[in-house]
């Protein structure tokens, strides 16, 4: 793997709280992966009827013992099982999940490597509050600590440069690329991307924001060239 592609590359875990994650941790930092995304959010079984729907039924091995893992939940996640997790990996971890200031505070007296502010595209509850919503309040409580990354219903670029503004490090989208990933694979991914910068850098344009850090009142890097 590329030196200037692995600093890219994290692996997003959804198991239990549990020897599986651990182990999935593991084999993902033995293969170059050097940040471990562990979700906070989903605690309870939900209700996703297309993926029951369209699910495939894959029994298959995958190298990692699996045996009474039922599902994907994690109801039994504590600071404690971080700890261990922490103990057990040399690689970064990220929780993605955050909403709150208490949990985000939490996150930073833990020794936690960075944080996504995240409501899981509203899939989780959704009547909770928007990222962008709770945004400026995670980045007051982090302070600095900690890369703040945040996802969740950024559709354009303008959403993009919104969240930079308010202070965060990154955006992160997950159905865009899925769309375009359906529609028409690699290159549908790629588009997306395109896009998306391209709306960023022509809102950059508008507001005479050049890509440097400090551009935005929040000190967020849009990772993006005006010209």
Not at 50 to 77: E, F, K, S, Y
Not at 92 to 108: C, F, M, P, Q, S
Not at 133 to 158: K, N, Q
Request: proline share 4%; with cysteine.
């Amino acid at each position: 793997m590329p030196t200037d592609e692995r600093k890219y590359r994290l692996l997003q875990g959804y198991e239990r709280a549990d020897d599986v994650l651990i182990q999935h941790a593991q084999r993902a930092q033995h293969a170059g992966c050097p940040v471990i995304v562990v979700t906070l959010d989903v605690v309870s079984p939900l209700k996703w009827e297309t993926l029951a729907r369209l699910r495939r039924i894959d029994t298959r091995q995958c190298g990692t013992d699996l045996r009474g893992v039922t599902g994907i939940t994690a109801p039994n996640l504590t600071w404690d099982f971080i700890t261990r997790l922490r103990a057990s990996i040399k690689a970064k971890i990220v929780l993605k999940g955050i909403l709150t200031r208490e949990d985000t505070k939490l996150a930073a007296d833990n020794g936690i490597d960075g944080i996504i502010v995240s409501n899981h595209g509203g899939r989780v509850i959704d009547s909770g509050r928007a990222t962008i919503e709770v945004l400026p309040e995670i980045i007051e409580a982090v302070g600095g600590r900690m890369p703040v990354l945040v996802d969740s219903g950024f559709r354009r670029g303008t959403d993009i440069i919104k969240a930079l503004a308010l202070g965060a490090q990154a955006v992160c989208i997950g159905r865009p690329y899925l769309w375009g990933l359906a529609a028409f694979g690699q290159l549908g991914v790629e588009r997306v991307l395109e896009i998306l910068r391209a709306e960023a850098r022509a809102a950059m344009q508008q507001v005479g924001a050049p890509a440097n850090k400090g551009s935005y009142p929040g000190g967020g890097a849009a990772g993006l060239r005006c010209g």
